[in-house]
């Protein structure tokens, strides 16, 4: 059988199979997605981090993980993308009210305002990780059984951050082509129910539908509606119920060397269904070197896309260069 022939028959069955998943999902309610769960053991998810691992890939002493797959020439195909000279913020505001979702809000002081000068100055406090604040993960913001990305000993990191693996490394910034997967988009609906997990089925479901093709070293965001359901139902504990990526997509990202993953909370679907606490979180930073974007804001995003039907654009990000920060609150750019 000729090659191209037979790997088109396999394209037709995947997608066939890919398209009869999509079918299956949609068919049933929310309620059921939540309670949908794929439980994953210990030994399975151990397999997981020994088969996806990028430690060594780019040398012993690496530092920036998967950002290596964003090139010189992965850049320069990405600020081709550019037509329409649009830009679109992918930051929620920041959150100035404790809340649920908010235990440690946004503090932002005055200074300056006794008449003695002409200028007014402003001081901010932010504790950015957590499920509130658009914030950008170095690789040293997790550790499994004692160890970081490239096999780092978390012994590392001390109270003046981490010795290794720290956000600093990305200071030069993030430029390379952002791809948007609106999975409530895919099901129909304005925003995903609490606890719906998103399998790799899906994922693919969103690259046959849309005809785009994720690839090595493109940023890529998955959207679960979770800003516009707090503003439509107001704030939950997201750490507890919400939906989100199941610990498989981890191959799914790994397959296609994705260097950047964000979604607008922790991308974790919780609960989990496994013992370990933000499994996909370990095995995106720990086991493959993949930073993550955490609480960015699709809905603006969202919007955007799809009136252009483009689900490709521009990604820019700037993270504060802090020596021994575990992350960096930042505000990434989509430009269309």
């Known amino acids: 059988m000729n090659n191209n022939y037979g790997r088109h ?3 037709l069955l995947v997608g066939g199979l ?7 999902l949609n068919s049933i309610d929310n309620k059921t997605q939540a309670q949908s ?3 994953i053991n210990t030994d399975t998810f151990d397999t997981w ?23 010189p020439e992965k850049r320069r195909e990405a600020v081709a993308l550019v037509t329409d000279g649009v830009s679109v913020s992918l930051a929620h505001n920041v959150e100035t009210r404790s809340a649920v979702d908010n235990p440690r809000p946004f503090d932002i002081a005055i200074i300056g305002l006794n008449g003695a000068g002409a200028s007014v100055m402003d001081q901010w406090t932010v504790s950015y990780h957590g499920y509130a604040h ?19 000993p978390n012994t590392s990191v001390t ?9 600093d490394n990305f200071k030069d910034g993030i430029v390379t082509r952002g791809i948007l997967i609106d999975i409530p988009q895919l099901r129909g609906v304005d925003f995903l129910e609490l606890g719906s997990p998103i399998y790799p089925e899906e994922l693919e479901a969103w690259e046959a539908k849309m005809g785009i093709n994720v690839q090595s070293g493109d940023a890529v965001f998955v959207r679960t509606g979770r800003w516009g359901k707090r503003e439509a139902e107001g704030p939950w504990d997201v750490g507890s119920h919400v939906a989100g ?12 060397d994705v260097a950047v993953v964000g979604t607008d909370h922790g991308a974790d679907v919780h609960p989990s269904g496994m013992d370990v606490s933000h499994p996909l979180h370990i095995l995106l930073l720990v086991a493959m070197g993949t930073p993550i974007f955490d609480n960015v804001d699709l809905e603006d995003l969202s919007r955007a896309a799809d009136e252009r039907g483009r ?10 260069p802090v020596p021994g920060g575990t992350g960096s609150p930042l505000n990434p750019i989509a430009t269309f």
């Open 18 to 24: 890919t398209l009869a998943c999509l079918v299956c």
């Open 9 to 11: 028959n396999r394209t």
């Open 159 to 167: 109270v003046d951050g981490c010795a290794k693996l720290a956000i």
């Open 311 to 320: 689900w490709e654009f521009l990604l820019t990000a700037a993270p504060v």
């Open 245 to 256: 990526l199941h610990a498989s997509t981890a191959r799914w990202f790994r397959d296609r």
């Open 134 to 152: 658009t914030h950008l993960d170095a690789l040293c913001h997790f550790s499994h059984q004692g160890q970081m990305f490239n096999g780092v």
């Open 37 to 39: 769960l794929r439980l």
């Open 49 to 71: 981090m020994r088969e996806l691992s990028n430690w060594g890939r780019w040398g012993d002493d690496d530092q920036l993980g998967t950002l290596n797959l964003i090139t």
